[in-house]
């Protein structure tokens, strides 16, 4: 069956550079969320989409910002990269009223 | 908004014994609770779930129990085996619409 694909696996970036995950969900599923997680920490929500529309916000920083296209891939865009933003970066998608399927994660390193 | 609390952090069991974890939410609007394993770097499982108008669940060796009166729900694996060794996460959300909300996570050591 398919799965959640994201891309790149692994990203490095120098501190105050920009960095773009992308997000490809499973066929037919309409909702995609994503969530960041710190080192020993939970995930993190940070923002989500319902059929191209932002449907919720979470904890994300105004340096970052994301948008959901007709294909339904879902990009991250992360500006003025900080060193606190290295992370692992998941991606979720679902039909309403199912489960959450996670991505393989993108790890982000901010050096 | 919600909030998950979770313990205990940190839980070590001989193997072939019982392991269990407890959770708490804060919002009674919360209605499907999930519960995760994660390996070191890789994406969150999902274990086993339950909905609020469940009391009991059970797949196998594990078994999630929900009050919804206490707003407590607990995860029971028994017969751990080393392969159970991961960080298990707790979550609370709402079927059909909202992001999941985690417990800051219990790190689950099964000795040998």
């Known amino acids: 069956a398919a799965g959640v694909i994201q891309s790149p696996r692994h990203l490095i970036k120098e501190k105050r550079e920009t960095a773009t995950l992308k997000c490809y969900p499973i066929?037919?599923?309409?909702?995609v969320y994503w969530y960041q997680q710190g080192p020993g920490q939970d995930p993190q929500f940070l923002i989500s989409?319902?059929?191209?529309?932002?449907?919720d916000k979470g904890s994300i920083p105004d340096r970052f910002s994301a948008q959901q296209f007709s294909d339904y891939h879902s990009e991250l865009n992360m500006s003025s990269l900080e060193l606190g933003d290295s992370a692992l970066y998941f991606c979720?998608?679902?039909?309403?009223?199912?489960?959450?399927?996670f991505g393989p994660g993108t790890r982000l390193t901010v050096l | 908004g919600e909030n998950v609390e979770q313990h205990p952090s940190t839980l070590s069991v001989q193997e072939g014994d019982s392991a269990v974890i407890k959770c708490t939410y804060s919002?009674?609007?919360?209605?499907?609770f999930p519960w995760y394993k994660q390996e070191l770097g890789k994406r969150p499982q999902l274990i086993i779930d339950?909905?609020?108008?469940?009391g009991e669940k059970k797949d196998q060796r594990i078994a999630v129990t929900l009050n919804k009166t206490a707003k407590h729900f607990s995860l029971h694996i028994t017969e751990t085996q080393p392969e159970d060794s991961a960080v298990y996460f707790c979550?609370?959300?709402?079927?059909?619409?909202?992001?999941?909300?985690f417990g800051k996570g219990t790190r689950l050591h099964i000795l040998p």
């Open positions: 989409f319902y059929e191209k529309m932002q449907s």
């Open positions: 919002d009674s609007a919360s209605n499907y």
């Open positions: 339950i909905r609020s108008n469940v």
């Open positions: 979720a998608s679902r039909q309403r009223g199912d489960e959450q399927f």
């Open positions: 066929p037919r599923h309409d909702t």
């Open positions: 979550a609370a959300s709402l079927v059909g619409d909202d992001k999941i909300i």
